[in-house]
């Protein structure tokens, strides 16, 4: 039988089953507890650029987001928020490599390249990652595409429907 008990916090109650009887139990969740919790990274297709894919991290702290959007402002939109460019800035950021007709680009110096790299911001004719991430995809309804699926890879996509289909 299953008894509730006060956990350490007094706003939450647990319930103690097999803990008491099973040490392994305890020993499993410590060891479950200690492990690393991290999304995996998400390829995207270029879709106006049908052999080039990238590589994205989607593991994306909160504040991270919030710096991203002051970097976004612009007084002249009505909200006083550029989207395209809040985009264009997440892919930039995210982007860890550029896969290329099946094969992962690496530049001069042996590491994958991004839109950080300088190789490939020559190749796309500019100097700054958001211009380069504007040329790359090359239409703003792409580029906000992607982003959105970098936040839903990186678990920004709350939907009732999950939180309702949850197993527990």
């Not at 305890?26 to 492990?35: N, V």
Request: proline fraction near 4%; aromatic fraction near 6%.
């Amino acid at each position: 039988m299953a008894r509730t008990i006060n956990a350490v916090d007094p706003d939450i109650s647990s319930t103690e089953e097999e803990s008491t009887k099973s040490p392994s139990i305890m020993s499993a969740l410590r060891e479950e507890l200690k492990k690393k919790v991290k999304n995996e990274p998400v390829t995207l297709k270029v879709i106006s650029r049908e052999d080039t894919a990238i590589r994205f991290d989607t593991n994306i702290e909160a504040g991270l987001v919030q710096q991203w959007r002051k970097r976004s402002s612009d007084k002249s939109m009505p909200d006083g928020f550029d989207p395209v460019k809040f985009a264009c800035i997440v892919i930039a950021n995210q982007a860890e490599g550029v896969v290329h007709k099946g094969k992962e680009a690496v530049g001069n110096n042996g590491e994958y390249i991004n839109f950080k790299n300088t190789e490939l911001l020559e190749m796309l004719g500019t100097d700054r990652a958001v211009d380069a991430v504007r040329t790359m995809y090359g239409v703003d309804g792409h580029i906000l595409q992607t982003a959105e699926k970098i936040f839903v890879a990186a678990g920004y996509d709350a939907d009732e429907s999950d939180i309702e289909n949850d197993p527990f």
